[in-house]
């Protein structure tokens, strides 16, 4: 069974910073591409960032360039995405997935 378990998720001020992990079991996690999205209520989920299956390419969605950075350690099998620079704009459940797989979320919520 594909499992997929984000964590690191909080409460933090604008300007903030957070490490969101996720943490991947039951497949080759190293022979996907790995995408970060997210959603709050009542809205579509959003594409955040992508990473290639070897970390080689990255894609961000406009709204988080030069303040997000995904990567992943195949060894551990498992994905991340450091945020800075947080904004209010920016709380919304954060999920990991694989396109097919989907993991719990967790919370990040920017508040002053």
């Known amino acids: 069974q594909v499992h997929l378990v984000e964590s690191g998720g909080g409460l933090v001020q604008p300007g903030g910073s957070l490490r969101l992990s996720c943490a991947a079991s039951g497949f080759t996690f190293s022979t996907f591409l790995m995408t970060w999205y997210r959603q709050v209520p009542g809205k579509e989920r959003e594409f955040v960032a992508s990473i290639s299956s070897t970390g080689a390419s990255t894609t961000y969605a406009d709204s988080v360039k030069g303040r997000f950075t995904i990567s992943r350690d195949n060894a551990k099998s498992t994905l991340y995405i450091q945020m800075n620079s947080l904004k209010l704009e920016d709380t919304a459940v954060y999920y990991c997935?694989?396109?097919?797989?989907w993991g719990q979320g967790t919370q990040v919520t920017v508040s002053s």
């Open positions: 997935s694989t396109g097919l797989s």
